[in-house]
C-alpha cells in the first residue's frame, strides 16, 4: 500500500475538498484523485462520497484511524531512525526586512517538526531571493513587490506599507494626509527597504523630498527611532509595534508579497512540514481589523 496514498486520503477527510487536498499535498487534483481510487480499490471499499463535500462513508470512517496510525508509525520509525545520524543541515536565508521574532519561531517549529538542523542567514529582499534562485539555500523567506511565478514557492500574506508614527506625533492626529501636507515632516528611512524607491518616486512626482533624521538598515533602529518619536516612516504592517499608529498617505498605495520558497531539488517530505508550518503561522502580517487601532496602546 502506498502510503502517499494514506495521505492522501487522510487531507481530504481532514478538508472535506478533493480540490483543497491536492494543494496540501503539492499534486494535482487528478493525481490525487487517481491516487484515492487505487486506496478504494486495494481497500474494496468507496471511501468518500464524491458531493458538493468530499464526506467520508461508512468504510472511510473505520479506516480513519488505521490511516492515522499507519502516518504516525511511519514518523516515528523515520524519527528512530534520524535519531543515529546526524541530523540534516537546512540552510534558511530570511530577509531581513521581514518580522524576525515570527520568523524564527516559524523555522523553530518546523525544526521541531521536521528534526533538520538551521543554518540562517540574512540580507535585503533581493540578497535573499537571489541566494533563492542561485540553489544557495535550501529555503528563503522574503518578501518581493510583486507575484512570484514559481512552482517551488508559496504566497504567506500580503500586506500594505502604512506610516507609522508614535502615538504623540502629530501624524497620529488624522488618519490619512497628502504628501504635500507631510512635506515638512521629518522621515525615518528604512534603508534596506525594498519599496523605497517606489515611495520615493512617489514623493518626487509630488515636489516632496523628504528629510531623513535617520536612515539605516537596521529595522528596530528604525522602528526604535519611530517610537522614540524621532520621526515617522512608511514600513510594511507586519513591522509595526506597540506604540506605534498608523495612517495612510493619499499618493501611496504600495503593498508587498512575502513568500517561502524552497529549492526545486529539496526532499518532499521536508517541504512539506516548511509550507504547512509557515502557512498555520501567525505571521503578524496577516492581522485583521484597523491596524491603527491594534497598535495605539
Not at 508509525?73 to 534520524?82: I, P, T
Not at 521581514?98 to 540578497?127: H, I, K, N, R, Y
Not at 492626529?173 to 525594498?194: G, I, N
Request: proline share 5%; aromatic share 6%; net charge positive.
Amino acid at each position: 500500500m502506498n502510503l502517499s496514498f494514506i495521505r492522501y486520503f487522510l487531507t481530504v477527510a481532514e478538508t472535506a475538498s478533493f480540490t483543497t487536498a491536492a494543494d496540501r499535498c503539492h499534486v494535482t487534483q487528478p493525481t490525487l484523485s487517481a491516487g484515492i481510487a487505487r486506496l478504494e480499490q486495494e481497500i474494496g471499499a468507496r471511501l468518500f462520497d464524491r458531493g458538493r463535500r468530499a464526506a467520508l462513508t461508512a468504510a472511510g470512517h473505520r479506516l480513519l484511524p488505521h490511516a492515522r496510525a499507519m502516518v504516525e508509525a511511519w514518523q516515528l520509525a523515520r524519527a528512530e531512525s534520524r535519531s543515529t545520524h546526524r541530523a540534516r543541515l537546512l540552510r534558511v536565508a530570511i530577509a531581513s526586512t521581514l518580522p524576525v521574532p515570527a520568523a524564527l519561531d516559524w523555522l523553530a517549529s518546523a525544526q521541531q517538526q521536521a528534526g533538520f538542523e538551521a543554518e540562517v542567514s540574512e540580507g535585503t529582499a533581493a540578497t535573499v531571493a537571489d541566494r533563492w534562485r542561485r540553489g544557495r539555500c535550501d529555503a528563503a523567506l522574503f518578501p518581493a513587490r510583486g507575484p512570484l511565478d514559481a512552482p517551488n514557492a508559496v504566497a504567506l500574506w500580503r500586506e500594505p506599507y502604512v506610516l507609522a508614527a508614535a502615538a504623540e506625533h502629530r501624524v497620529a492626529t488624522r488618519d490619512r494626509w497628502s504628501l504635500k501636507e507631510l512635506a515638512d515632516t521629518v522621515f525615518v528611512l528604512r534603508a534596506a527597504c525594498e519599496a523605497q524607491d517606489d515611495a520615493l518616486r512617489l514623493f518626487a512626482a509630488e515636489g516632496v523630498r523628504p528629510r531623513a533624521v535617520l536612515s539605516s538598515p537596521d529595522e528596530e533602529r528604525c522602528a526604535a527611532a519611530v517610537a522614540a518619536g524621532l520621526g515617522v516612516s512608511l514600513m510594511p504592517r507586519s513591522l509595526l509595534r506597540p506604540g506605534l499608529v498608523t495612517a495612510e498617505i493619499r499618493e501611496v498605495a504600495l503593498d508587498r508579497r512575502v513568500f517561502l520558497a524552497w529549492r526545486a531539488d529539496a526532499d518532499n517530505e521536508l517541504v512539506q512540514t516548511l509550507r504547512d508550518t509557515a502557512l498555520a503561522h501567525p505571521w503578524p502580517g496577516q492581522r485583521s481589523g484597523n491596524a491603527r487601532l491594534a497598535f495605539a496602546r
